[in-house]
C-alpha cells in the first residue's frame, strides 16, 4: 500500500500539495463567481437604465405632441386662427417652438393633423394642379423634416391626403412619401437628397430649386410636374 503522506515532491508531501491547491483554487473560484455576478447585475442595471430611459423619453415626446393638440384647440376656439389673424405670428412662432423639440414619429403625425385641420394645404387641388390662393395658416418652411416618413396607413387603398401643400425650402433628406397624395405640392428650394416617392401622385407638383440628388421615385404619377432637366439626372426613376 502506497503511504501518501510519505510521498514528497521536491520538499512537500502529496497531501501538502493538496493542501495548497484547494486553499489556492477556491479563493480563485469564488473571485470569478462574484466577478460573472457582478457583471451581469451592471449588465441587467444598464438595460433597466436604457428601457427607462427611452419610455422617458417616448413619454416626453408624446406629451409635447398632446399638449401641443390642445393648445392649437385652444387658439383655435379663441379665434386666432381665423384668416383675419393672417399671418397668425402668434400661432407659427408656438408651432416653430414645439416642433423644435419633436422627433420624427411626431413630426409626421403633426403633419397630417395640420392638414387634416386645413392649417396647411388650403388651396383646392382636386384636380391635381393648384386652382387658389390661399395662405398656410400654419408655414413649414425652413423647418427640418429630415428622414421623416409620411406613410397612408391603408396604403394605395387611399393616399394620406397632403395635396397643395407647402414644403417650400424645408430640409427632407431621407424622407420616404408611401401612398400619399402631393398633387400640387410644393418643394421649392427644398433638400430632398435621398428622399424616396413610393406609389404617390406628384401632378403639377413643383421642384424649383428642389435639390433631389439621390432621391427615388418609384410608380408614382409626376404628370406635369416641375422639374428641370439636372435634377432628373440628380435622381432616379
Not at 430611459?53 to 387658439?75: C, G, H, M, V
Not at 393616399?159 to 424645408?170: A, G, H, I, M, R
Request: aromatic content about 12%; charged content about 20%.
Amino acid at each position: 500500500m502506497v503511504d501518501f503522506n510519505k510521498r514528497s515532491f521536491w520538499s512537500f508531501t502529496f497531501k501538502d500539495i493538496l493542501a495548497i491547491i484547494s486553499s489556492v483554487a477556491i479563493p480563485i473560484a469564488l473571485a470569478i463567481y462574484t466577478s460573472i455576478g457582478s457583471a451581469q447585475q451592471k449588465q441587467q442595471a444598464e438595460k433597466k437604465q436604457q428601457f427607462d430611459f427611452a419610455q422617458s423619453k417616448e413619454l416626453r415626446q408624446q406629451t409635447l405632441y398632446d399638449e401641443f393638440i390642445n393648445n392649437i384647440y385652444k387658439l383655435d376656439k379663441d379665434g386666432y386662427l381665423n384668416d383675419i389673424k393672417n399671418p397668425w405670428a402668434f400661432a407659427n412662432a408656438y408651432y416653430r417652438a414645439a416642433h423644435r423639440q419633436w422627433d420624427t414619429i411626431r413630426k409626421a403625425d403633426v403633419i397630417q393633423f395640420l392638414k387634416e385641420k386645413q392649417l396647411i394645404g388650403r388651396n383646392n387641388c382636386t384636380n391635381g394642379c393648384k386652382t387658389t390662393k390661399l395662405d398656410d395658416i400654419i408655414r413649414l418652411s425652413e423647418l427640418n423634416f429630415d428622414e421623416v416618413h409620411l406613410v397612408s396607413e391603408t396604403g394605395i387603398l387611399n393616399k394620406l391626403n397632403l395635396q397643395c401643400t407647402s414644403f417650400e425650402q424645408v430640409s427632407m433628406s431621407n424622407a420616404e412619401f408611401t401612398s400619399v397624395n402631393l398633387n400640387g405640392v410644393s418643394f421649392d428650394g427644398a433638400r430632398l437628397d435621398k428622399a424616396k416617392f413610393v406609389d404617390s401622385s406628384l401632378l403639377c407638383a413643383s421642384f424649383i430649386g428642389a435639390n433631389l440628388t439621390g432621391a427615388h421615385f418609384s410608380n408614382s404619377n409626376l404628370s406635369g410636374v416641375k422639374m428641370t432637366e439636372d435634377q432628373i439626372k440628380q435622381a432616379y426613376f
